[in-house]
């Protein structure tokens, strides 16, 4: 059975840092370019950072660069997103998901929410 | 920026009754390689996105034939042939042609009538 699990969510204040961890299971996870992708309560789905299969290159939204950093830890089917510099606008629930432009199939977790408020 | 627009921002159908769901993209979604990386997920109350349909009109394994997607370049379309009650959610469009900076649609919440 395929897993994707995402721990580390919580309450921070702004200007505060979360590491948000996924752990995945069932699938190749060497062989999967995975993403970060978050949704906010009014429901829309954003794009957040995209790592490949071998942990290099990496990719961010304009919204995020330079305060977030992807990373993935193959031997322990782990992905990874550290954030700092929190903003209130960076309050969402945050999926980790296996991307897929063909058959194979686009995993979604089960989120975990982070929410940016003092 | 890719912006995709979804219309109608909701839609309340009559159990086995159509429904269609429009997706638009500001650019072309038509890839070097020839394919349109155009998909369609569900997110049903409470859970998470599901995929539905990849490459515009493929559905994924599991998804009812009752779901089908078409269009092309800038313009597609998710129709649902005769909604059921597990159908209820919200469909996004997202496009992946222009990976890896995936943009989504802004959704369509389907009810029941």
């Known amino acids: 059975e395929v897993q994707l699990v995402e721990s580390g969510g919580g309450l921070v204040e702004p200007g505060g840092s979360l590491r948000l961890s996924c752990a995945a299971s069932?699938?190749?996870?060497?062989?999967?370019?995975m993403n970060w992708v978050r949704q906010f309560p009014g429901k829309g789905l954003e794009w957040v950072s995209s790592?490949?299969?071998?942990?290099?290159?990496?990719y961010y939204s304009d919204l995020v660069k330079g305060r977030f950093t992807i990373s993935r830890d193959n031997a322990k089917n782990s992905l990874y997103l550290q954030m700092n510099s929190l903003r209130a606008e960076d309050t969402a629930v945050y999926f980790c998901?296996?991307?897929?432009?063909?058959?194979?199939?686009?995993?979604w977790g089960q989120g975990t929410l982070v929410t940016v408020s003092s | 920026d890719v912006v995709m627009t979804q219309s109608p921002l909701s839609l309340s159908v009559t159990l086995g009754q159509p429904a269609s769901i429009s997706c638009r993209s500001s650019?072309?979604?038509?890839?070097?390689?020839?394919?349109?990386?155009l998909n369609w997920f569900q997110q049903r109350p409470g859970q998470s996105p599901r995929r539905l349909i990849y490459k515009v009109s493929n559905r994924d394994s599991g998804v009812p034939d009752r779901f089908s997607g078409s269009g092309s370049t800038t313009d597609f379309t998710l129709k649902i042939s005769r909604v059921e009650a597990e159908d209820v959610g919200v469909y996004y469009c997202?496009?992946?042609?222009?990976?890896?900076?995936?943009?989504f649609g802004g959704g369509t919440k389907v009810e029941i009538k």
């Open positions: 997202m496009q992946g042609t222009h990976w890896p900076w995936l943009t």
């Open positions: 998901t296996r991307d897929s432009s063909t058959s194979a199939p686009f995993y």
């Open positions: 650019q072309s979604l038509l890839y070097s390689d020839g394919n349109t990386y």
């Open positions: 069932g699938f190749s996870f060497s062989d999967s370019t």
């Open positions: 790592i490949t299969s071998s942990g290099s290159p990496t």
